[in-house]
């Protein structure tokens, strides 16, 4: 049990870690999905995560000079440390929101993260006791306090949906699609063609697929007004058909 409290622990203390770090991403110290801001976190809630992993197994232990009649090694991790790495990344928000944006709207979102996660600590740290007298032992601060949390990390998430531009698969923002063009098509493609004229084209059962200026787009012998070209034919007639919208087969 006590490996196991110390994992969660130090996954506690990663988490905070982590937030803290991507607070930072938005003012641009490393460009986002780089192989430097990846590593960095990576890295350095891997050396959060071991050292409050440590210090949690040699309170409980007694190992060195910890021992769990003062856990204060503990306790400055768990209640300072990791309140601070959250309240670095709430400032960081509210200024990355009121230097950057032209609405206000996320700090709502922020707000109502911060308030869940304070609900929720007060009620497992306070109350937990008095639910679980009240309940009969059935369920504690615990189960409430993690409904807080929950709340708080999808309100965080709804923020962070909302200063972005992608519409994400699970989004829970009202945004529609945002759609920017990378690249003009390069004009010696030799898709080029197709994406201007084969809108305009008829091929088959009604599917267009062939130039309006061509004179195999309609009453053609091959299926009406289906444009397609003969098999056979002149060479002049073959480089005719080949500027024409078809695509290729």
Known sequence: ???????????????????????????????????VSLWSFRL???????VMYFISIATFKGIASFTPAHPIGLFIVYFIFNPFCLFVYVIL??????????????LGNICFAVVF???????????????????????DGVFFGTICTLLSVMMIYKYWDSITKEDLEFSVGGKGNVWEVKELLNEDDEFAPY????????????VS?????????????????????????????????????????
Do not use: R
């Open 1 to 35: 049990m006590a490996y196991f409290v110390a994992g969660y622990l130090g996954l506690t203390s990663a988490m905070c870690w982590c937030l803290m770090l991507n607070g930072f991403i938005g003012f641009q110290w490393a460009e986002d999905g780089t192989a």
């Open 44 to 50: 350095t809630s891997l050396v959060i995560f071991g």
């Open 93 to 106: 928000q509210i200024i990355l929101v009121v230097n950057t944006l032209d609405e206000y709207w996320p």
């Open 117 to 139: 996660f304070i609900i929720g600590q007060c009620i497992q740290i306070f109350l937990s006791d008095k639910i679980c007298d009240a309940i009969k032992h059935y369920v």
């Open 195 to 206: 994406a201007g004229q084969a809108a305009n084209t008829v091929g088959p059962a009604g």
């Open 209 to 249: 697929f062939a130039n309006t200026n061509s004179q195999y787009n309609t009453n053609s012998q091959y299926g009406g007004a289906g444009g397609y070209a003969p098999q056979g034919g002149q060479q002049q007639q073959q480089q005719q058909y080949q500027q024409q919208a078809y695509p290729p087969y």
